[in-house]
């Protein structure tokens, strides 16, 4: 497995380690969460975040699992497809399974959400990488 590619260990010193790349996604999930909660008027509760949010931190942790396993650079918009992907389908399936149901509204703004952050984050990084290696040949 080839776990120094373009997007884990960048050349010109910026370095983006995998455990970054956890920690973000974990923090858009919780970001998705509590907007969710705010917007619904939920109680925001540091424990009904977690509750809320526990499906889908399990499916983000999973995503970083498969990307580590695929050896796909962590801070790649594939790892991100990958990230997205896993987030909301485990997080959709648990939150069935422990009985806080869904709907296909709710499946459609979880993807759309994550999506536009997890992916989002990587091509921002991607693009200021350039532009460092960039500045740096100049």
Sequence with gaps: MNHSGAGSRPRGGMEW???????????AVLVFVAIGL???GHQESAANLAEVSAPFLVGALV?????RLRGVAPTSA??????????VAFGQVLRVIF?????????????AFNTFVMIGWRLAWAAMRRGALTSRRS
């Design 99 to 111: 009985g806080q149901g869904t709907a296909v509204s709710f499946i459609a703004v979880s993807l």
């Design 63 to 67: 995503g970083h699992v498969l990307v």
């Design 38 to 40: 705010s917007a619904h």
């Design 17 to 27: 380690p995998q455990q970054w790349t956890v920690l973000v996604d974990l923090v």
């Design 78 to 87: 594939a790892s991100g497809v990958v990230v997205v992907a896993a987030t």
